[in-house]
C-alpha cells in the first residue's frame, strides 16, 4: 500500500521493526479480525474521514488499519507525548494512514500534531482524554461536519460531560469507556498489568515484601492493587469516596489518608484522575527512594513541579527514572515524568485486553454512521454492542457459553412466579 503523503513521524526507516510489532498483535486481537471479515463487504465507513488521537503504538495502528480496511481514510496523532512508538509511527503511514506524531513531542507540538487532525475535518473521532475534541471546538466556530465520536477513557469523558453540562459539545460523544466490554477489562486487568509491566521493566527492584500506595480505587485501581498483591505486595489505599474505601478494605486492603501513607509507602501509584494527589507535604515525609508512578491521563497527579521546587538536585538514575535529592539527602524517584507508567515505560494493555476496547470503537463508530440524527451530548453504547463484542471474543476462544430457553426468558420477565 502507498504511504501516506503529508505525514509528520520521526523515522520512516524504522517501518520494518514497527511493522512486525503491528504484525504480532494483529494475530492477538481476534474481535477486530473478526470484525474485518464480517463489515469488509460492506464498507461501512467509505466516503468517511476518521480522526483518531490514541496513544500511538501497535494496538491503535492496527485499529487504525482495520477502519482503513473497513472504508474510511484515517488521520492519527498520539493522545500523549511519551506514549508513541516512532517505529509503529513509520509502519502505519507506510500502510497508507496519515500520521501526526513522534516520540517525545514538545507541548508546542504535541498541540500542533492534534491541530493537524482537527484539520483533517474528520467526520468521526476517536479521542483519549478529550484533547481532539477539545481543541476543535476551540478552534472551529461550527463543527457540523462532525458526525460524531467515541471517548476512550475516564478522564475524557468527564471533561466531555462538563462540555455537555455548558451546552459547549456540538456533536455526538459515544462513551466507550463505560461499557462493560471496556472498563471490566481494559481499566481493571489491562491498567493493573501493564503499570506493573512498567514499574518493573523501568526500576528492575522486587515488589514482594514492599509498601505500595494506590491512589484511587476505581477499576484502575481496583486492577493497580489486585496485582501488586498478586506480586506480594502489601497494598494500602487512598480514597475520597467511603464507599470504595470500604470496597478496598473488603478486599483485603489497608486504608488510609494521602498524609499517612506518605510516610510508610515505597512505591506509590496514582489512579484517580484529579490533580495534586501527591504533593509537597507528602516528599517532607516520605521515606528515603519512595518511588512514583503515576497511571491517570494526564500529568497532573503527583505534582512534579512542587517536587522540583524543593529538590536540590535532579538526576536521571536510569531510563524513565529521574531522582529528586531532598534536603538532607533523601531522594525520591519519579518514573516517567510522572506521564502514563504503563505507556511511558512500557507497550500499553496486553493486546487481547485492548482488541475489546477498540472492538467497540469501531462498532460505537458504525453505530454512529448508522443513526445520523443523533443529538449532541455523552451517548453510552448499547448493552446490544457491549455483548455482541465480548461474544466474538468468545467465539475466536471457542469457548461456548449457555443459552437461555424461552421459557426462561418469559420467567425473567413475568413478575409472577
Request: hydrophobic share 40%; glycine share 10%.
Amino acid at each position: 500500500m502507498k504511504e501516506a503523503e503529508g505525514s509528520t513521524i520521526r523515522n520512516r526507516e524504522l517501518a520494518p521493526a514497527g511493522g512486525q510489532k503491528i504484525a504480532w498483535v494483529r494475530e492477538h486481537m481476534p474481535v477486530l479480525a473478526a470484525l474485518q471479515r464480517e463489515l469488509g463487504h460492506k464498507q461501512p465507513f467509505s466516503g468517511y474521514r476518521v480522526g483518531i488521537c490514541l496513544h500511538l503504538e501497535a494496538k491503535t495502528a492496527y485499529l487504525a488499519q482495520t477502519l482503513s480496511e473497513l472504508g474510511a481514510q484515517v488521520a492519527i496523532t498520539g493522545s500523549n507525548p511519551l506514549s508513541t512508538q516512532d517505529d509503529v509511527a513509520a509502519a502505519l503511514a507506510r500502510s497508507g494512514v496519515m500520521v501526526h506524531s513522534w516520540y517525545g513531542a514538545t507541548p508546542g507540538e504535541y498541540e500542533e500534531f492534534i491541530s493537524r487532525i482537527a484539520e483533517f475535518r474528520p467526520h468521526l473521532i476517536i479521542d483519549d482524554g478529550g484533547d481532539l475534541v477539545s481543541l476543535m471546538h476551540e478552534e472551529a466556530d461550527s463543527l457540523d461536519y462532525v458526525v460524531g465520536g467515541a471517548e476512550e477513557t475516564t478522564t475524557g469523558l468527564l471533561r466531555l460531560r462538563a462540555m455537555a453540562e455548558a451546552e459547549k459539545l456540538q456533536f455526538p460523544m459515544m462513551a466507550v469507556n463505560d461499557a462493560l466490554s471496556k472498563y471490566l477489562f481494559d481499566n481493571r486487568y489491562g491498567t493493573g498489568q501493564s503499570v506493573w509491566d512498567g514499574i518493573l521493566r523501568t526500576t528492575n527492584l522486587v515488589i514482594a515484601g514492599k509498601q505500595v500506595v494506590v491512589a484511587g480505587y476505581g477499576w484502575c485501581g481496583k486492577g493497580v492493587a489486585l496485582r501488586a498483591r498478586g506480586l506480594g505486595a502489601r497494598v494500602l489505599v487512598t480514597e475520597v469516596d467511603p464507599i470504595a474505601a470500604n470496597e478496598a478494605l473488603m478486599d483485603g486492603c489497608d486504608v488510609a489518608t494521602m498524609d499517612e501513607a506518605a510516610r510508610t509507602g515505597d512505591i506509590f501509584v496514582t489512579t484517580t484522575g484529579c490533580r495534586d494527589v501527591i504533593a509537597q507535604r507528602h516528599y517532607e515525609v516520605m521515606k528515603d527512594g519512595a518511588i512514583l508512578a503515576n497511571a491517570g491521563h494526564f500529568n497532573v497527579e503527583i505534582d512534579v513541579e512542587g517536587l522540583a521546587d524543593m529538590s536540590e538536585e535532579v538526576n536521571e538514575a536510569r531510563a524513565n527514572v529521574a531522582e529528586y535529592r531532598l534536603p538532607g539527602g533523601r531522594r525520591v524517584y519519579l518514573l516517567g515524568e510522572g506521564r502514563l507508567v504503563n505507556l511511558a515505560c512500557a507497550d500499553g494493555h496486553p493486546a487481547e485486553i485492548m482488541d475489546l476496547s477498540f472492538g467497540l470503537q469501531v462498532l460505537a463508530l458504525k453505530y454512529l454512521v448508522d443513526n445520523p440524527a443523533l443529538a449532541p451530548g455523552v451517548h453510552p453504547v448499547s448493552r446490544d454492542i457491549d455483548r455482541e463484542v465480548s461474544a466474538i471474543r468468545l467465539r475466536a476462544l471457542g469457548i461456548s457459553i449457555d443459552q437461555l430457553t424461552e421459557d426462561q426468558r418469559g420467567y425473567l420477565q413475568s413478575w409472577q412466579m
